[in-house]
Every structure is written in structure tokens, then in C-alpha cells.
């Protein structure tokens, strides 16, 4: 059987690439650490590191290990932390997994709005995850709802889900630009102009997906930067350093430097799903849910 305890020293060796820095950062002596993975290397029957005197690096098997370990490490976390409140009688309190389009749009502050209204003591614990990584958090029981933008498999065996909003994308422009005092634009307007690629270019295939989009719709955009999030991407549109596509609740208030059109011959949208678990013992868990699904904001 794995030992916890291991496998966090496995992983702050790894970090570190060396034993000595991992052992200070662990507060314990270097030798029991080299033994400790040792022993882990030893029951696994696979070797994780490749030892030099200057410096300890992964073999290609132990890169795998460790994301499945980091993954196995932070699920160890959140059932202690779920064991614990337990203990207290807190109803186990909630685990909810994110992505980022559930803060901007406003879906989850409303929700623990609610929530917090409802029931003033409970306790929340917010997990920013991929999809997938939220996907295996309620096959695991380790979550409670997930926040994703694309809903499992209609198939799946173990998960529900349902649409919670549909958010179109609108083109923000900077207020200099000379496409900005146009009140149509077509998509020969857009093409070879520079963009910032908005989010999501982090999952296999998104920012072909995202090109693909827009020659569909006929301009091939001619992407300058990536953002990690459509607040930043709107600072750069203001800064006059290309365009951007924008859901439209993150452009609802007046933004300085930026003018923002619709473009109704590009259709799309970012859109958001709750999901869950087929089996949940618990009413907090449902209630929950239902206030996410009936309770969005105004961009739903």
C-alpha cells in the first residue's frame, strides 16, 4: 500500500531536483529522505530518478508518477479537510470545483451568495481545476458540483449535468482603432489584423479550435498575445495591442480605452455546466445544486 508520507517526499524531491534542498524544505535530515525514496522505489519496482552527483532529475516513468501522485495528494487533502468538518457537524460542507468563466461571468459569487444567506455557517472550499481534473474530483466523491464550460459524456456511467448560461462573444476594439467608429463591421474588416487570444489555450487544441472559428466565419486572425483571462485581455485591447473576443458579461460596464461590437454573422459563445455525481447522500449537496441551476446572473 502507497505511503502517504512518501509520496510527499517524492514530490518535493522531484520539485527540487536535489535531496538536500528537499530535506530542508521537509525540516528533516537528508538521509532518512534518500532511504524514504528508496524504499517507495523499491515496492514500486520502477526506478523514478536518474542520480548524478550534482543533481537528481525524473526518468520518464517518474514524470508520470508524479502528476498522478499530485493528483492523488490533493484528493488526500480534501477528504481530511471533508473528515474534519465532519467531525465538527458542519454537514461536511461543500467542495466545489471551478473554472475560471464561473467567477468572471458571476455564476459562483451569486451562488455562495445564496448559499452564505441560507446557511450563514457552512463551510466552502473552492477548487480551480481543469475539467477533467474536476470530472475525476466527483468520480472520486472528493468534490461535490463541478463549474465547467463543456458538460462529461451524455453516456457517462457516474455524471449529470445541465447548462447554467450561454455567454456570446462580442469583438472588443480599442477606442483608436480605425474599425472602432464603424457601426457594421464584416469579417473581410477583421482579417490580418492583430488579436489577443482570450483563456483556455492551456487544453489540447483550444486555440486551433478558436482559429478555426474564425475562418469559418471568414478573417483569419493574426494572434499577437495570449491572456490568461478576459479582464487582462480587455487591459490590452485598451492599450491598443489588437483585438479581442470578450463574452459579453465581462463587457457589461463602461471600459476605458475600449469599444466593443457585436458580430452577429460570428456566433459563438463561452458557455458553463454544472455537473455532479449520479449518487449524493446529502440534501446540502442538492440544495446547492439547485441554487446554481436557478439562481444565474444576468448574463444567463
Request: net charge negative.
Amino acid at each position: 500500500m502507497l505511503d502517504l508520507r512518501q509520496l510527499r517526499y517524492f514530490v518535493a524531491v522531484a520539485e527540487a531536483e536535489h535531496v538536500g534542498r528537499a530535506a530542508e524544505e521537509l525540516h528533516i535530515s537528508q538521509s532518512p529522505l534518500s532511504r524514504q525514496i528508496a524504499q517507495l522505489e523499491k515496492n514500486l519496482g520502477l526506478t523514478l530518478f536518474e542520480r548524478s552527483q550534482q543533481r537528481i532529475r525524473l526518468t520518464a516513468d517518474g514524470k508520470v508518477f508524479l502528476t498522478e501522485t499530485r493528483a492523488l495528494l490533493r484528493h488526500a487533502d480534501r477528504l481530511e479537510n471533508l473528515g474534519r468538518r465532519l467531525g465538527r457537524g458542519e454537514e461536511g460542507g461543500l467542495c466545489i470545483g471551478y473554472v475560471a468563466d464561473a467567477m468572471h461571468t458571476g455564476v459562483l459569487p451569486a451562488a455562495l451568495r445564496a448559499l452564505q444567506e441560507e446557511r450563514p455557517g457552512i463551510h466552502v472550499s473552492l477548487y480551480s481545476l481543469t475539467p477533467e481534473e474536476q470530472f475525476v474530483g466527483l468520480r472520486q466523491r472528493s468534490l461535490d458540483i463541478a463549474l465547467v464550460q463543456q458538460p462529461p459524456p451524455g453516456d457517462d456511467p457516474d455524471l449529470l449535468a445541465a447548462p447554467l448560461l450561454e455567454d456570446p462573444l462580442l469583438l472588443a476594439l480599442p477606442a483608436g482603432h480605425p474599425l472602432a467608429g464603424r457601426g457594421t463591421l464584416t469579417a473581410p474588416d477583421l482579417d490580418g489584423m492583430p488579436w489577443i487570444a482570450v483563456g483556455g489555450f492551456g487544453e489540447p487544441g483550444a486555440r486551433d479550435a478558436f482559429v478555426a472559428s474564425c475562418v469559418a466565419s471568414g478573417f483569419t486572425p493574426d494572434i499577437r498575445l495570449d491572456a490568461p483571462d478576459p479582464l487582462t485581455a480587455l487591459g490590452l485591447v485598451a492599450s491598443g495591442l489588437g483585438l479581442a473576443l470578450v463574452q459579453r458579461s465581462m463587457v457589461r460596464g463602461a471600459t476605458d480605452g475600449v469599444v466593443v461590437r457585436e458580430l452577429p454573422w460570428h456566433q459563438a459563445s463561452v458557455q458553463l455546466w454544472a455537473a455532479w455525481h449520479r449518487i449524493d447522500l446529502r440534501p446540502v449537496v442538492a440544495s446547492f445544486r439547485e441554487t446554481v441551476l436557478t439562481g444565474g446572473p444576468a448574463g444567463s
